[in-house]
């Protein structure tokens, strides 16, 4: 099935450093999404995306909608240690009502 | 307060008994869906639901069936299960593109 590929798959930074993540798609996706997961929980929506080139800020935090529409970033400014966890990119592939998701990067934030 | 409630979180069962996960939102949501977790693999549509009487697969349905008679619930049933069901499964409810998950139950199969 189709699965979005999130790169990279781990991360380890000192508290303070900007964190960058990106996820791809082989397709066009009409609308790009944004997790949180923390241990032990479901994922939260952190940001959501639904038109070519926007550009989205929460707080620390900047996403930006590919202008392909087959890819997307996440952006985290200054790190702080509860940062950590699972960030997950999701989207919806044009012309159909699935919601897939990307295989997630995994962040540590290092005092 | 909005939410999604799965039972159970946590489940050890033994190969071919069968079993139900329950999920139900109160969000009023047409569409609902199941994910596994797998390590390196992240989400993995299992099936959705569109509206009532109205059930899709995923990308991995099998040995999975899913019934939604009601607006508010959407279980997850394994006929018989198989240790390579052993997984981390979430419930969503989704409102436009946005899904609101449920904490999970994590699912072993010996």
């Known amino acids: 099935g189709q699965q979005l590929n999130q790169s990279p798959q781990s991360m380890f930074i000192q508290e303070g450093e900007d964190v960058s993540m990106n996820c791809t798609s082989s397709s066009i996706f009409n609308t790009w999404l944004w997790y949180k997961q923390d241990p032990g929980e479901g994922p939260v929506l952190l940001i959501a995306?639904?038109?070519?080139?926007e550009l989205t800020s929460n707080g620390r935090l900047t996403a930006q909608f590919g202008i392909t529409r087959k890819d997307s970033f996440l952006n985290i400014s200054a790190s702080i240690p509860s940062d950590v966890g699972i960030y997950f990119c999701?989207?919806?592939?044009?012309?159909?009502?699935?919601?897939?998701f990307g295989t997630g990067t995994r962040l540590q934030v290092f005092p | 307060e909005a939410q999604v409630t799965q039972n159970p979180r946590y489940l050890i069962t033994v190969t071919g008994k069968k079993l139900t996960v329950t999920c139900s939102q109160n969000m009023n949501h047409e569409y609902m869906s199941w994910y596994r977790q797998d390590p390196g693999l992240g989400l993995r549509q299992i099936y959705y639901s569109m509206n009532v009487e109205v059930t899709d697969k995923g990308d991995v349905p099998e040995g999975y069936k899913v019934s939604r008679k009601e607006k508010r619930n959407f279980p997850l049933i394994l006929e018989s299960p198989s240790p390579n069901q052993t997984s981390l499964y979430f419930c969503?409810?989704?409102?436009?593109?946005?899904?609101?998950f449920g904490q999970g139950t994590r699912l072993t199969v010996v």
């Open positions: 969503a409810s989704v409102r436009g593109h946005v899904a609101f």
């Open positions: 995306l639904y038109k070519a080139g």
């Open positions: 999701a989207g919806q592939p044009y012309n159909t009502d699935k919601l897939i």
